[in-house]
Nanobody
């Protein structure tokens, strides 16, 4: 059974940085796509960063482009999200997601596996 466990969230002042981690029970190299989604109160879950784990082709939402960077360490089966220049509008619950299927999109319905989320609050 696949399990994804996020960590690294917290509270930070505007302009600060955080690094989120997502530890996978399976091999990250076995997933076709992995990504980070976020959901702010009263809003829909949105894809922030999605990566094809084989080609390393990466989608960044316009709102995070140039500030967020995704990376993966296959030896540790861990996905990371480095978030710099954080702003109050980045406040949300951040979720790690994974899919075994290639060719999917960047919406939450395109991912089969989810972590429990980690809260990021920027003030």
């Amino acid at each position: 059974d696949v399990q994804l466990v996020e960590s690294g969230g917290g509270s930070v002042q505007a302009g600060g940085a955080l690094r989120l981690s997502c530890a996978a029970s399976g091999k990250t190299s076995s997933f076709a796509r992995m990504g980070w989604f976020r959901q702010a109160p009263g809003k829909e879950r949105e894809g922030a960063v999605v990566r094809n784990t084989r080609t390393r082709s990466t989608y960044y939402a316009d709102s995070v482009k140039g500030r967020f960077t995704i990376s993966q360490d296959n030896a540790k089966n861990t996905l990371y999200l480095q978030m710099n220049s954080l702003q109050p509008e980045d406040t949300a619950m951040y979720y790690c997601a994974a899919s075994l299927l290639y060719g999917g999109g960047t919406s939450s319905s395109d991912f089969e596996y989810w972590g429990q989320g980690t809260q990021v609050t920027v003030s």
